[in-house]
C-alpha cells in the first residue's frame, strides 16, 4: 500500500510537471503575424481577387503563421488613429495589394504606406494585377518593382523557368514547368538592376511576332522580390484564374513569400542579370 501511494504521488509530481511544462511552452509560442489584403478594384475586373485573397486567408489558418484582414476599401492604410476599433497600418506586418487602378489614397496615406516597408522594415506583396495599380504614383512603381504594359497573348500555355530555386518562395519548382496563365508583359520602373527574378517565361515557348509584344529583350519576369529600404517586396503576376490559386505549389510559393516578407525566413533579394 505505502509503495502504491508513493508511485501515485510520483505519477501526480510527473503529471504536474508535465503540465507546467504545457504551460511554458505555449507562453513562449510567437504571437500570429498579420496580413493586410487589399481587394480593391478601380480598373479592370478580376473574378479571381476574392479567390486569391482567400486563399491567403486559409493558408496563414492552415499554417498558423498569421491572421488575415481583407478588405475591399483602403482606409487601413494609414498610421493615422481610427475609430470604432479599426486597426491601421502600425498593427500589421506586412500587406498584399490584388488590385487595379487608382484607389484614391491621400498624399499622407501614400506616405504612411511606403514609410510602412521602407522605414518600418514590414512587407509588401502583389498578387496579379498588382502591378496594374496607380500608374499615376511613380513612388508605387518604384516599391512593387514595375508596371503592367498589356499581357500580349492574353491567357496563354507558355513554359515558366524557375531562375532562382534557393529562394524559399521558388525552391520547390522544378527548373522549368508548363503552366497556363494571363502572362503579364513590364514596363519601366521594371529593371532586373532593381529586382531579382525569381520567375520568367522561357521566350520560346511564346509568340514572340504577336504585335503587342513591346519587350525587345524577350524578358518576361512573373515572379520577383527586391528589398525596399528596410522592407520586403514580393510580387508574381501568375493569379488570373481562380485554378491558379488551387495549384499547392502555387499555395506553397504564396506561404514562403509571405513569411519572407514578414521577416521570418531568409532569402537573398539581391538583383542580378539574366542567365545567359
Same mark, same amino acid.
Given at each position: 500500500?505505502?509503495?502504491?501511494?508513493?508511485?501515485?504521488?510520483?505519477?501526480?509530481?510527473?503529471?504536474?510537471?508535465?503540465?507546467?511544462?504545457?504551460?511554458?511552452?505555449?507562453?513562449?509560442?510567437?504571437?500570429?503575424?498579420? &496580413?493586410?489584403?487589399?481587394?480593391?478594384?478601380?480598373?479592370?475586373?478580376?473574378?479571381?481577387?476574392?479567390?486569391?485573397?482567400?486563399?491567403?486567408?486559409?493558408?496563414?489558418?492552415?499554417?498558423?503563421?498569421?491572421?488575415?484582414?481583407? $478588405?475591399?476599401?483602403?482606409?487601413?492604410?494609414?498610421?493615422?488613429?481610427?475609430?470604432?476599433? #479599426?486597426?491601421?497600418?502600425?498593427?500589421?506586418?506586412?500587406?498584399?495589394?490584388?488590385?487595379?487602378?487608382?484607389?484614391?489614397?491621400?498624399?499622407?496615406?501614400?506616405?504612411?504606406? &511606403?514609410?510602412?516597408?521602407?522605414?518600418?522594415?514590414?512587407?509588401?506583396?502583389? #498578387?496579379?494585377? #498588382?502591378?496594374?495599380?496607380?500608374?499615376?504614383?511613380?513612388?508605387?512603381?518604384?516599391?512593387?518593382?514595375?508596371?503592367?504594359?498589356?499581357?500580349?497573348?492574353?491567357?496563354?500555355?507558355?513554359?515558366?523557368?524557375?531562375?532562382?530555386?534557393?529562394?524559399?518562395?521558388?525552391?520547390?519548382?522544378? #527548373?522549368?514547368?508548363?503552366?497556363?496563365?494571363?502572362?503579364?508583359?513590364?514596363?519601366?520602373?521594371?529593371? $532586373?538592376?532593381?529586382?531579382?527574378?525569381?520567375?520568367?517565361?522561357?521566350?520560346?515557348?511564346?509568340?514572340?511576332?504577336?504585335? $503587342?509584344?513591346?519587350?525587345?529583350?524577350?524578358?518576361?519576369?512573373?515572379?520577383?522580390?527586391?528589398?525596399?529600404?528596410?522592407?520586403?517586396?514580393?510580387?508574381?503576376?501568375?493569379?488570373?484564374?481562380?485554378?491558379?490559386?488551387?495549384?499547392?505549389?502555387?499555395?506553397?510559393?504564396?506561404?514562403?513569400?509571405?513569411?519572407?516578407?514578414?521577416?521570418?525566413?531568409?532569402?537573398?533579394?539581391?538583383?542580378?542579370?539574366?542567365?545567359?
Amino acid at each position: 500500500m505505502i509503495l502504491f501511494m508513493k508511485t501515485m504521488r510520483l505519477f501526480g509530481t510527473l503529471l504536474a510537471c508535465c503540465g507546467l511544462a504545457g504551460q511554458v511552452q505555449a507562453q513562449v509560442q510567437p504571437p500570429k503575424k498579420k &496580413l493586410l489584403a487589399i481587394g480593391e478594384v478601380k480598373g479592370f475586373e478580376h473574378d479571381s481577387v476574392s479567390h486569391g485573397l482567400a486563399t491567403l486567408e486559409k493558408l496563414g489558418r492552415q499554417t498558423g503563421l498569421w491572421d488575415t484582414y481583407i $478588405r475591399t476599401d483602403a482606409e487601413l492604410l494609414t498610421k493615422a488613429k481610427l475609430p470604432n476599433n #479599426a486597426r491601421n497600418l502600425n498593427y500589421f506586418d506586412a500587406v498584399v495589394f490584388y488590385t487595379t487602378g487608382d484607389l484614391g489614397l491621400t498624399d499622407e496615406q501614400k506616405k504612411d504606406l &511606403l514609410s510602412f516597408v521602407h522605414d518600418d522594415g514590414k512587407g509588401f506583396l502583389g #498578387a496579379h494585377s #498588382a502591378t496594374d495599380t496607380y500608374f499615376n504614383w511613380p513612388e508605387y512603381g518604384d516599391l512593387i518593382g514595375g508596371y503592367f504594359n498589356e499581357h500580349p497573348w492574353g491567357q496563354v500555355h507558355c513554359r515558366i523557368r524557375v531562375e532562382d530555386r534557393d529562394f524559399p518562395a521558388t525552391a520547390h519548382f522544378p #527548373a522549368e514547368f508548363p503552366f497556363y496563365d494571363e502572362i503579364y508583359q513590364l514596363k519601366e520602373p521594371y529593371s $532586373r538592376d532593381k529586382v531579382r527574378v525569381l520567375m520568367s517565361v522561357d521566350p520560346t515557348s511564346v509568340d514572340l511576332t504577336n504585335p $503587342r509584344v513591346h519587350r525587345t529583350d524577350k524578358d518576361f519576369a512573373v515572379t520577383w522580390v527586391r528589398n525596399y529600404g528596410k522592407g520586403r517586396v514580393f510580387s508574381s503576376s501568375l493569379g488570373h484564374r481562380d485554378e491558379v490559386w488551387d495549384l499547392p505549389d502555387i499555395q506553397k510559393m504564396w506561404i514562403e513569400a509571405v513569411k519572407w516578407a514578414m521577416g521570418m525566413t531568409e532569402g537573398d533579394a539581391t538583383p542580378r542579370p539574366a542567365a545567359k
